[in-house]
């Protein structure tokens, strides 16, 4: 469940064995009193029943990807918390949920290596071993680089032959890395990806982008703010012609550049925006699946939000991976990524 929280991240991962996971929960919007935290909240109760998460994942320490995690009701008493970077790269009160967390008897808090890990070793709910029939969560990336974006945790969820990723906010460099030491093979499974860093033209390389070919793209943005310009227009029009086909056509929003006004473009693949297509639900057998959306003013009930469009996006004929070759729309980085501060092959890379 890819949640709108207006400029922010949010997703609540719900696996086969009844588990639940939170990957970021966070706004730029970070008022407890506000639009965002309070659709947060009321989303992550209508699909967990009020059921405690097992397990919660901050990517990195920015607000707009974690700020909310210590107010929401069910991630109280997670098994299991992981986060991405330095802990003194998040705020004071995140700083002391995280703490408090630690000094819980029955609670795993996991740090990981400061010089950079990744693990494509499966591992069920993120936390426990994996049985035959359960969701694979794999670490493609975390703590290599030198910005708090690039040292995002970089999750791959695999549930047969579909995987999700989520990159938190990393970019370019992260994304080489990744490329360069994870199995194309496996990153070729990736049916949805989250663009990282809401769709910035600083993420989602060609490279990147070729390497996933994904058949959906969820963006998690707000689409006001022309400081930030996320999404990035080249960065839709990427994903767009990869894109599976058949959606009933919607809006997405994007910006060719900060400062400058945003534009909606009417497409019919599977490409989303939270700020033009709400909420945003991916569901798979591990062999199928279907996307929903809905509007973000929707008052959700007990049950998963009724699509208001694109209901029919279930991956049998027509949906298919673009079969026209892609026209390149921007330049991969212009720094190569030999010459950026690297600390690849430290310890920690390759997993223990």
Sequence with gaps: YFIDVGQGNAVLVSYPNGSYMLVDCGSQA?????????????????????????TVVMSHGDDDHCAFVPHIAEAQNPTYVHYGGSIGDYSQEVQDWIHSMENTRGRSVFRYPPKGYTDVNPDADYGTDTDPGEAHVMVLSANHGVTPNDRSIVLMIRF??????????????????????VPKKLLAKCTVLMPGHHGAYTSTSNA????????????????????????????????????????????????TGKGVAYTTQQITRGVFVTATNGDIRYT???DNYKVQVSSYGEVLAAAPPVPKCCGSLVRDSPFMRARTPRVPVRADPP?????????EGEPGWGGP
Excluded: F
């Design 284 to 286: 798979t057998d591990g």
């Design 335 to 343: 720094v190569p990524l030999a010459a950026v501060p690297s600390d």
């Design 160 to 181: 047969g032959t579909e995987a999700v990723i989520l990159p938190g906010d990393a970019e370019w460099y992260t994304e080489g890395l990744i490329v360069a030491n």
């Design 208 to 255: 990147w982008a070729d390497a996933v070919a994904p058949l959906v793209s969820n963006v998690s943005a707000s689409g006001t703010n022309m400081s930030y310009a996320h999404p990035d227009c080249s960065t839709n029009t990427m994903l767009i012609a990869k894109a599976a086909t058949g959606a009933t056509q919607h809006g997405v929003i994007c910006s």
């Design 30 to 54: 970070t008022s407890l009193s506000g639009a965002a935290y309070r659709h947060a909240q009321q989303y992550i109760t209508s699909v967990t029943g009020g059921s405690d998460i097992t």
